[in-house]
C-alpha cells in the first residue's frame, strides 16, 4: 500500500510521539508510508526522532500558535495535499489533523480516507485557551470542521468503545476500536531501589508521566502531598499552556514545593528509568468528557514497568481495566488509595503481562487490516 498519512502535530519533533507515529513506524517495514511534517515553531529548537516514514514538508510560514499555523499554511496546504496524492499514487489516507483533514476531502477524488479519532477534538483545541472567549470560538469552529471530516471519512478508527458510542451518537458509522499501547521492547525493567538511586530519590515517589496541560489534574496530587509520605515526580513538558506554572505555584503556597521533581522532557525511550522509580504511576485527569472516553497510552507506560497505576476515575479507563487499577475521585480518596497501595504487596509481573497485550505491533496489525479492507 502507499498510505498518506496525516498527523496531528509535528512528526518527529513534538517531545511526546503519540499512536499514529508508533503505528506507522512499524506499518513502513511492509509498505509506503508517507507522512506530512507540520514543522511547528514551537518544537524547533528540539531533538527530531529518528522515523522509517517518508515525510513531507508543507511548512511556508512559522507560527507557535497551532490554530496560527494550521490557518496561515492552509493554502499551501491544499495544493501540497493534492499533489502528493497524484506524485505517490497514494492508495488510502489516514487522518487525524482538523484543518487539513478537512483540506484532503477537497481533493482526494476516489482515494478512500479513514479519520482516526483519537482526542476529543473540540474540547482538546479549546483547552489551549483556558477560560477565553478565543477558545470558545475555537471550539465550536473545530466541532464544525470535525464533523464535516468524521461525516466524509470512507471509515473511523478511535480508542474506545466510549468514543465508538459518541460517534454513534452525532450518526456516524463504520467505526474500528483500536486502542492505544505501548512498545514493551523499549521499556526495561530496573528494580525500584536502583532506579530512585540513579535519579537521587530516596522516598516513596509517585510519579506522573505526559504533556503539562490544563486537561491534565495534578491539583489533586498537590492538595494531597501534605498529608502523605511520598514525593511527586513530574517527568514531561509544558507545550502550549502555563499549566506548569500554575501547579508550581500551587505547590508554593501549600508549602510543598519541596516535595515535587519537575524534570521536563524525557526522550520515550528513556522514559523506563523514571517510571520505574515510580512507587506509583499517576493517570490524573480533570473529569471532562475527552477524558471519560478515552484511555491514554501513559497508562500503558506504567504498567509495562510493573508499576500500579492510580488513575482519576473514568469511565473508558474502568471499562477497559477494571479492577486492574487503582481508583480516586478527589483529594480524600487520593491520600487513602495512596496509602493502600503503598501498604499492598503488588503483583507487578501482572501488570507486565497486561501491557504485552498492548504491544503497538499487535495493534498495528489490527490497523492495517482494517486499511488494505478499504484499499
Known amino acids: 500500500m502507499n498510505v498518506l498519512v496525516i498527523p496531528t502535530t509535528d512528526w518527529t519533533k513534538h517531545p511526546v510521539p503519540n499512536r499514529l507515529n508508533f503505528i506507522f513506524d512499524i506499518m513502513a517495514e511492509k509498505h509506503n508510508v508517507h507522512v506530512i511534517n507540520f514543522k511547528l515553531k514551537k518544537f524547533k529548537d528540539q531533538k527530531p526522532r529518528s522515523t522509517k516514514c517518508k515525510l513531507h514538508e508543507v511548512t511556508v510560514i512559522d507560527a507557535n500558535d497551532p490554530s496560527s499555523y494550521y490557518i496561515f499554511n492552509s493554502i499551501f496546504h491544499f495544493f501540497k495535499l493534492r499533489s502528493i496524492l497524484k506524485k505517490e499514487k497514494i492508495d488510502i489516507v489516514v487522518s487525524a489533523n482538523i484543518l487539513p483533514a478537512f483540506l484532503i476531502n477537497l481533493v482526494k477524488g476516489k482515494t478512500p480516507i479513514v479519520f482516526d479519532y483519537l482526542d476529543h477534538y473540540e474540547e482538546s483545541a479549546a483547552t489551549y ?38 460517534l454513534y451518537s452525532i450518526d456516524v458509522k463504520n467505526i474500528h476500536v483500536i486502542p492505544n499501547g505501548v512498545d514493551t521492547s523499549v521499556f526495561g525493567i530496573i528494580p525500584k531501589e536502583i532506579a530512585k538511586n540513579n535519579l537521587g530519590l530516596e522516598e516513596n515517589i509517585i510519579g ?3 504533556s503539562l496541560e490544563y486537561w491534565v489534574d495534578l491539583e489533586t496530587a498537590v492538595k494531597a ?21 500554575k501547579i508550581k505555584s500551587l505547590a508554593d503556597e501549600l508549602g510543598v ?15 523506563f ?9 499517576l493517570n490524573p485527569l480533570k473529569h471532562e468528557m475527552k477524558n471519560q472516553i478515552t484511555v491514554g497510552g501513559k497508562i ?28 480516586y475521585d478527589d483529594v480524600k480518596t487520593f491520600v487513602k488509595s495512596v496509602k493502600n497501595i503503598l501498604e ?16 503497538w505491533k499487535n495493534i498495528e496489525t489490527k490497523y492495517e487490516k482494517v486499511l488494505e479492507s478499504l484499499v
Open 208 to 210: 506522573y508521566v505526559g
Open 225 to 245: 502531598l501534605p498529608e502523605l509520605d511520598a514525593k511527586l515526580l513530574v517527568v514531561g513538558p509544558g507545550l502550549f499552556t502555563d499549566y506548569g506554572d
Open 273 to 281: 528509568k523514571y517510571i520505574s522509580a515510580m512507587d506509583i504511576g
Open 344 to 359: 499492598t504487596q503488588q503483583d507487578n509481573q501482572k501488570y507486565i503481562d497486561i501491557a504485552k497485550s498492548f504491544d
Open 129 to 166: 485557551y483556558p477560560d477565553s472567549f478565543f477558545g470558545n470560538i475555537v471550539k465550536h469552529g473545530v466541532r464544525w470542521i470535525i464533523r464535516y471530516n468524521l461525516k466524509k471519512a470512507d471509515s473511523l478508527i478511535t480508542v474506545t468503545n466510549e468514543f465508538k458510542d459518541f
Open 300 to 327: 500503558f507506560n506504567y504498567l509495562a514497568c510493573g508499576v500500579p497505576v492510580l488513575s482519576s476515575r473514568m469511565v473508558a479507563v474502568e471499562n477497559l481495566l477494571g479492577n486492574d487499577l487503582y481508583y
Open 257 to 271: 514545593l519541596d516535595k515535587i521533581v519537575f524534570t521536563g522532557r524525557v526522550e520515550y525511550s528513556d522514559l
